[in-house]
């Protein structure tokens, strides 16, 4: 069975940092890519920061460039989301994904879903 566990959400002020985790089981972790994606009150869920197999290859939507940074340890089953200078427009839900093919190819291609952990950012 497959599980992807989020943590390190909080509520912080703005400017703060967070660090969330996502520790994997039941997959091949060394061979997958990780991903980042948020929900914010009625919002869709959107694309955040996405990391290929190895880590050698990273990607993130514009408006956090620069102030979030994915990692993943593979020996360990766990990808990281550093958040820095968060701001309100920040909090939301975060999610963790997985796609089994190794590389990143959007949301559609996911495989699996963590249940999420709260990120709340007050101003």
């Known amino acids: 069975q497959v599980q992807l566990d989020e943590s390190g959400g909080g509520l912080v002020r703005a400017g703060g940092s967070l660090r969330l985790s996502c520790a994997a089981s039941?997959?091949?972790?060394?061979?997958?890519?990780m991903a980042w994606f948020r929900q914010a009150p009625g919002k869709e869920r959107e694309f955040v920061a996405a990391i290929n197999w190895s880590g050698g290859k990273t990607y993130s939507t514009d408006s956090v460039k620069g102030r979030f940074t994915i990692s993943r340890d593979n020996a360990k089953n766990t990808v990281y989301l550093q958040i820095n200078s968060l701001k309100p427009d920040d909090t939301a839900v975060y999610y963790c994904a997985a796609d089994t093919s190794g590389i990143y190819r959007g949301p559609r291609y996911v495989n699996y879903w963590g249940q999420g952990t709260q990120v709340t950012v007050s101003s």
């Open positions: 039941g997959l091949t972790f060394s061979t997958d890519a």
